[in-house]
């Protein structure tokens, strides 16, 4: 049997005797959309395309569709959740025409409905039904194009209990983005489902409940992941859109957090489009970023100097430098944290320079656990480690645990410079000494200069000199040639003229390096680090990179 007769023969089955319609009947009144939502941020061609064909392809992972079970796919990992979710709606779309689009997709809605529209189970928990009514109600055109009352009476009347199964249960989701996105489903469905309204007003407030729990002050998720940042502008922009369907107004509350939200994401983009690589993601692809931050309907510019969100930003003519200036995110807000803190990435213009070395976020991955583990370590990143330890500890059950508690920090910007000097105190309670790093980049955006402290804090005193590094990992298309003083080195890369990099108060080394790409794969690189001593009155590494034009 054709993919297209066996999507037919899942219709016939809803239509014909299935238990969906003995359970919600021929008689029922049927429900109906008040609208449909615009989605305006395009999807992946490529893996449209590739559902077309049968494949549902995530990083390392792939479900053959041609047998699919619902039942038996379960919530098995990442790729699961995704299907579960029916966000690949989107990429269904940028692959296929609705005629076509539709009969594709209405065979997967309706196996769901026949593995999970009769029960309620694990598919039912509140993030992923908030997901499902988002995409639901934003793809109508392509799960409710079909002539079959039975199967369009069995999604609705679905989705009508979805909503009320949200009503009840969006606050037992997970808090952070879990949460909000359960409330965003809760709310949209009441604006677009027929006799919804009286939840609308709920809906908002415990929106504003999640959002004000999981969101720092100035819009950046506790979380302090890149990943799940550009993910809350994304449902914020969806939900955005539901209002627009329903011809309602977004509360002034929504509006300021969707804003705050998108700025804290500019805030961490660096000059190619693509994220910076923080708490265990990647840069993912600029075109996707690029199309959802234009496709959000929101406006905002990069926050600079985010002391909640934790990430400052300099920037000047073209060079764009974001360093981590806060502690990690607490365990509950963070699925896998990683030990950063003052660590910075650098770019000239579309040029990445330093980088850290990033990881696989929330994609599947053929990654040993003990490498992934090992991408959320100091040394990962791009600043200093001190004997070879994390600034914050990460335990053996992936969970970070004492370290750094407090980051003070302070910036500058006036006609010559921004300089931004912060410390923590992951390494008093080891060795005694706190590390301070002071930045400036200069107001034509050629010269950066770094100064790395450790100086004497608490009452622990080392008595043996103690082996210090500080990295700064390169993007993969920068070559350091080394200088013959072995001070220095010259990095040359495709897409910006040469940068020289001196340093003083150690000794200077090239090493290999790794690094995971927007993909989610491992890439090989290098990376430059200064070797040196410190003793319990502590010491300091000056550096500078200096673009040669």
Known sequence: MSEGAADHAVVRKLALGSPLQRLFGRGRHPLRL?????????????RGEALLAGKFIRGSDVIDLEELDFARVGLRGALAEELQSFS????????????????????????WLIAHGTKIDEAWRPDLWGMRVLYWTAYAPYILSSNDSGYRSALLNTLARGARHLDANADKADPGLPRITAWAGLVAAGLLLQGGLARVARGEAGLVRALASAQSEDGGLLSRSPTEQLQLVDRLGLLRAAYFAAKQALPDTLESAAAAALSALHGVIMGDGALSSWQGGNPGKPERISGLIEGCGLRARPLRNAKGWGYQRLSALGTVLVMDAAPPPPPKMARAGSASTLAFELSDGRQRLVINCGGPGDQPTLLAPELVAALRTTAAHSTLTLADSNSTAILPDNSLGKGVE?????????????????????????YGLGHARALSLGNDGKELRGLDRLQPKGRKKIKEAVPLAVRFHLAPDVEATPTADGMGAILRSPHAPAWNFRCRGAQLGIEESVMIDGAGQLVGTTQLVIVGETSSLGCEVGWQFRRSS
């Open 34 to 46: 008040l609208g449909v939502p615009r989605d305006h941020v395009g999807g992946d061609k490529a």
């Open 406 to 430: 407090e980051v003070p920090v302070s910036r500058s910007d006036d006609d010559d410079c921004s300089r931004i000097e912060a410390s923590h105190d992951g390494y008093v309670r080891g």
């Open 88 to 111: 690949w709606l989107r990429d269904l779309s940028a692959a296929a025409a609705r005629e076509r689009g539709a009969r594709f997709a209405e065979g997967i809605a309706g196996r």
